[in-house]
């Protein structure tokens, strides 16, 4: 009788872990090829080669590159390096990137950037928050741009007990943003099992000098996140469900859910098109070639467009996709006058002519 108990305890066991596993492979589309994409005017960025996981542009054409990201999980191609920003003029004729030099003070060798958002204040002054994990914990950090010196000044890190395992930004006043949350655990181990056993524990966050609170909840992994030109919603994707909330946003900052727009890929950041409003959604149409990489066998990308974002039936078009044998790993993508960019989480970054 104890043998038979143990034996069918075991049988569940087992089948549940199968089950798992299964649900695993579907949720980061361990099966998915992508067809290509691609349109016609595209190329490399010189000077990228280590990452490009996060861009914002100001409306003046100016984009921001977070570059180096080290994250759990994620290859690397120069895990000793520190991070940098880089900034692209898109107004230049052929624009170049250039890595902004950052002011004394501020700790440059433990600079591991990750989400990024610009804020212009009522006096025209330009400021970047930057999500930063040195040595692995979670920071932001203000820096104040020089347009003269194309440099940044460090002003301010922001901690905060709540600010855990914090992946991108966006900022709606001085010092007031929201932040996303993509693991509830810290320690490698359990963010695997909280990968495994699809908790949906993850967050967005409000942060503001006089209160700090979580404004909603329910995310499998809570990524990019943005604000609708309007600033009455706020867009929120979650990787591993692979979908994106659109989220009302309240006069005391709270957040309600609207609809889920359901895709077919892991969706990590997204930014608004100025001109039409529409959703940029960076994204990865297979993430088990991200967690096993295999140059060989390289992840892919994909950019999607979403259209119509509150109407009944968003329209969602592929703006770019390739099968990684040009761009791995798209994390982020950009508009501006018909120039796309194109980031990623750890490769190269790409300069399309729309
Ligand atoms: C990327 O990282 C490699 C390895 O650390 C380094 O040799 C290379 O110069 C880096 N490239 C850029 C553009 O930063």
């Not at 949720?27 to 992508?34: M, P």
């Not at 990590?268 to 140059?295: E, Q, R, V």
Request: one cysteine or more; proline letters at 5%; charged letters at 20%.
């Amino acid at each position: 009788m104890g043998k038979l108990v143990v034996l069918t305890l075991l049988g569940v066991g087992l089948a549940l872990l199968g089950e798992r596993f299964v649900a695993l492979r579907e949720r980061i589309n361990a099966d998915r090829e992508v067809k290509p994409v691609e349109p016609q005017n595209c190329h490399l960025i010189e000077g990228i080669e280590n990452g490009s996981e996060d861009i914002d542009i100001l409306p003046s054409g100016l984009a921001f590159i977070s570059s180096g990201l080290k994250y759990p999980g994620m290859p690397s191609f120069a895990p000793d390096e520190p991070g940098q920003i880089f900034m692209m003029d898109l107004n230049e004729q052929n624009p170049r990137v250039q890595a902004l030099p950052i002011s004394d003070g501020f700790d440059k060798a433990s600079f591991n950037p990750h989400g990024i958002s610009t804020f212009i204040d009522k006096d025209h002054t330009v400021y970047l928050y930057v999500v930063n994990h040195p040595y692995m914990k979670s920071t932001v950090e203000i820096f104040k741009f020089e347009a003269q010196q194309r440099s940044l000044v460090h002003l301010k890190t922001i901690e905060h007990e709540l600010l855990q395992s914090v992946n991108d930004i966006v900022v709606l006043g001085p010092e007031q943003f929201y932040a996303t949350r993509d693991h509830y655990f810290t320690s490698h181990f359990l963010r695997l099992l909280e990968a495994f056993i699809d908790l949906q524990w993850t967050y967005v966050l409000f942060y503001s000098p006089k209160e700090v609170k979580v404004v909603a909840e329910g995310f499998s992994s809570a990524n990019g996140i943005t604000v609708s030109l309007d600033k009455k919603y706020v867009y929120v994707a979650d990787v591993t469900a692979k979908n994106i909330h659109v989220m009302k946003i309240h006069d005391n900052w709270d957040l309600t859910r609207l609809k889920v727009i359901q895709l077919d890929t892991l969706v990590d950041n997204l930014i608004i098109d100025p001109d039409t409003g529409d959703i940029l959604a960076g994204c990865h149409p297979n993430a088990m070639k991200l967690l096993i990489y295999n140059p060989k066998d390289p992840p892919g990308s994909e950019v999607l467009r979403i259209q119509d974002v509150l109407s009944e039936k968003p329209r969602i078009s592929t703006v770019y996709a390739n099968s990684g044998s040009v761009l791995q790993g798209s994390s982020v993508a950009v508009v501006h006058n018909r120039i796309l960019l194109i980031g990623t989480i750890f490769h190269k970054a790409l300069y399309c002519e729309l």
